[in-house]
């Protein structure tokens, strides 16, 4: 059974930095499509970032040149490197997983960018 979990979220000032992680297992991140997700309130989910099996990336226009996703293969893991953070940032994040023709989700990390 995959489970995805997303931890390292919480409240940062503006310009502040933030790394969140995902912790996968049943499934290997090496051989999977990932990426990060945020829904802020009152709005619909949107796409952050991706890393595909082979470590190609992309990423919104929003968060270009702020954001870095990246994967730890030996610990089946994916991370979201946040800097120069500003209140727009604010949503709760989302990391998926595209793996043996399933999607899959975590349930989530809230940040919140607030002085």
């Known amino acids: 059974q995959v489970q995805l979990v997303e931890s390292g979220g919480g409240l940062v000032q503006p310009g502040g930095s933030l790394r969140l992680s995902c912790a996968a297992s049943?499934?290997?991140?090496?051989?999977?499509?990932m990426g990060w997700y945020r829904q802020a309130p009152g709005k619909q989910r949107e796409l952050v970032a991706t890393i595909t099996s082979s470590g190609t990336t992309n990423y919104a226009d929003s968060v270009k040149g702020r954001f870095t996703i990246s994967r730890e293969n030996a610990k089946n893991m994916m991370y979201l490197q946040m800097n120069s953070l500003k209140p727009e940032d604010t949503a709760v994040y989302y990391c998926?997983?595209?793996?043996?023709?399933?999607?899959?989700w975590g349930k989530g990390t809230l940040v919140t960018v607030s002085s």
């Open positions: 998926n997983q595209f793996y043996n023709n399933m999607l899959y």
């Open positions: 049943g499934s290997a991140v090496s051989i999977s499509a």
